[in-house]
C-alpha cells in the first residue's frame, strides 16, 4: 500500500472534471489534468477553445476556485485547456523548457505565428506555464505505463458498448500494471517481487482459479431430466 502522505494527482482529458478535483481537493489531495470543453467547466472556456479552432484570439479569462488554466502550448500549436487545484496560473509561474519547432500543421495564421516565433531555429528554450511542464514530466510516467500494458496485451473485442472496453480493458489493466509496479517497488515485500508483468498476471489469475475453483466445484448443478420417446408419447 502507498504511504500516508499528500499526493499530487494527474489525469489526462478523460478522467478530468472540475468536481473531481474539488473533491480530492477537500480530502487534502492535489490534482492536475487536461480538460475536455464538455467536462462541465465554463462556457467562457467552451468559447474561447472554439475560438482558437476558429483562429480567432481567445479572450483573456478569469480564474475559478477550481483553476482552470487556459495555455498557448507551442509543442502543439494549440490551445490547451488545463484543472488545476495546485498551480494558480499566474503569468509569472512559468518554467524554462526546450521545445521543438513544431511541424506546419492547421490553419496558415498559426503557421505564421510559429514561423515568426522560431525562425530558423530547429528549437528554442521557452517560458511555458509550471502547470504544463509539470503535467509533461508527470504524464510521461503513464506513457510508460501504456507502454508497459502494450507488453501483454490480448486478442478480444467488445461488442456492447465503449463502458465494456473501459471497465473490462483500460481498468483492468491500469489496476494490473499499476498494482506489479507497488509490489515491485515495495519496501517490505511478503514475497520475492515478481520482476515481469506477464509473471505478475499469471500468479494473479493462478490464484483466483485455486480459490474460485473450489467454491464453484462445492455448488449444486442444475439436473436436466430426461423422457423417452415413449413416455412422451404417453404424456400426450
Not at 476558429?54 to 487556459?70: D, T
Not at 465503449?162 to 515495495?186: E, G, H, Y
Request: proline letters at 6%; hydrophobic letters at 30%; aromatic letters at 10%.
Amino acid at each position: 500500500m502507498l504511504p500516508k502522505a499528500t499526493y499530487h494527482v494527474f489525469t489526462d482529458n478523460l478522467f478530468s472534471s472540475p468536481n473531481l478535483f474539488r473533491a480530492l481537493r477537500e480530502t487534502g489531495y492535489g490534482a492536475t489534468g487536461t480538460a475536455r470543453p464538455n467536462c462541465g467547466i465554463t462556457k467562457q472556456l467552451k468559447d474561447a477553445k472554439e475560438d482558437d479552432k476558429a483562429g480567432k484570439a481567445p479572450p483573456p479569462l478569469q480564474y475559478n476556485k477550481v483553476r482552470a488554466i487556459p495555455t498557448e502550448d507551442c509543442k502543439d500549436s494549440s490551445y490547451v485547456l488545463f484543472l488545476s487545484a495546485v498551480h494558480t496560473g499566474a503569468d509569472e509561474e512559468r518554467t524554462q523548457r526546450k521545445r521543438k519547432k513544431p511541424a506546419k500543421k492547421g490553419s496558415s495564421k498559426k503557421e505564421k505565428e510559429i514561423q515568426r516565433y522560431f525562425g530558423k531555429n530547429s528549437s528554442m528554450i521557452i517560458a511555458i506555464p509550471t502547470v504544463a511542464a509539470s503535467y509533461d514530466d508527470e504524464m510521461n510516467h503513464v506513457d510508460r505505463g501504456d507502454q508497459l500494458r502494450s507488453y501483454t496485451s490480448y486478442e478480444h473485442r467488445f461488442r456492447r458498448g465503449p463502458w465494456q472496453v473501459l471497465l473490462w480493458s483500460f481498468l483492468l489493466d491500469v489496476a494490473l500494471a499499476n498494482s506489479f509496479i507497488l509490489q515491485l517497488k515495495t519496501t517490505s515485500p511478503r514475497w520475492p517481487p515478481y520482476k515481469t508483468l506477464q509473471k505478475w498476471k499469471e500468479c494473479i489469475y493462478n490464484a483466483l482459479f485455486i480459490i474460485y475453483t473450489h467454491e464453484s466445484s462445492t455448488r449444486k448443478r442444475c439436473q436436466i431430466s430426461t423422457m423417452s420417446g415413449e413416455a412422451l408419447n404417453q404424456t400426450a
